[in-house]
């Protein structure tokens, strides 16, 4: 504990949640801040900082915490510390959610998040055996919403009744509004909902809808996307095993866009 850094940079939390390897981030605004505000950093959720008592040891402890506030200064700094005072690791952002955004961190908007379970996970519902907008999507919900959320794969025609008795939020199905629309995909979909943020996320929706909608032209990617897809489909019976695998594969096309984008901004300097 006493080795931890007391701080974290942007930078740092950006690579973080681009690995896979995601803090609990904590959104510590003062409440009239926080809804005053458009956006949120991507998997934050807010909690009052003057009630830290009342819902630190609902966290994570072994991911790590970290806490943001507008500028990086006393709000989120006495957070973490308190965090720490209870037997969590816990740092704090430095520069806040105005200085995470002028280094390009990925946002979303905060008032189209789904609300969160009792279990504090949102829930998310779509047809069983998935292929690519189905494991896309859900990879994008845990890297940019909530890094714990449910994911339920059911019969196609049942996934009405489950949205409806577990309070899931629908996709990838007809007649709801995340799935594919006007020659666009269900990934599609879900960045316009949630207004992502991000020039790699942007790439990577070229391979998912060049692939989904078999226009293999938009991408150079999305014909092996498609190949990769079928070979997850027959490796694996269970499809949340499935999409176990598929994350792996959807971070690494991640991190290959946010390599291009990072050499194509250093060939423009």
Not at 131 to 138: L, S, V, Y
Not at 235 to 256: C, E, N, T
Request: hydrophobic share 40%.
């Amino acid at each position: 504990m006493g080795d931890t850094p007391l701080s974290l940079e942007p930078q740092e939390l950006i690579e973080l949640l681009a690995s896979g390897r995601s803090p609990t981030v904590i959104d510590v605004r003062r409440q009239e801040a926080y809804e005053a505000s458009d956006i949120t950093v991507a998997t934050a959720i807010w909690r009052d900082p003057l009630s830290v008592h009342e819902w630190s040891n609902d966290l994570d402890g072994d991911r790590g915490v970290v806490a943001y506030c507008i500028h990086g200064h006393q709000m989120s700094q006495g957070v973490a510390a308190l965090l720490r005072s209870a037997g969590l690791t816990a740092r704090y952002l430095v520069g806040g959610i105005d200085g995470f955004v002028e280094g390009g961190g990925p946002t979303v908007t905060r008032k189209s998040l789904p609300q969160r379970g009792p279990d504090g996970r949102t829930r998310w519902v779509t047809r069983a055996r998935p292929k690519i907008d189905r494991i896309a999507c859900p990879w994008l919900v845990r890297r940019f919403l909530d890094p714990d959320a449910a994911i339920l794969y059911v019969e196609a025609e049942h996934v009405d009744a489950v949205a409806e008795v577990t309070g899931a939020t629908p996709f990838d199905v007809d007649g709801v509004e995340l799935t594919r629309m006007n020659g666009n995909c269900s990934f599609d979909a879900f960045l316009k909902k949630f207004d992502v943020q991000d020039e790699a996320v942007d790439a990577l929706a070229d391979i998912v809808r060049g692939a989904d909608t078999r226009h293999y032209k938009l991408a150079p990617e999305s014909a092996g996307l498609v190949s990769i897809s079928r070979g997850l489909a027959v490796l694996h019976i269970d499809d949340l095993a499935m999409l176990d695998a598929g994350m792996k594969v959807y971070d690494a096309l991640y991190a290959d866009c946010r390599q291009r984008m990072s050499e194509n901004a250093g060939e423009g300097s």
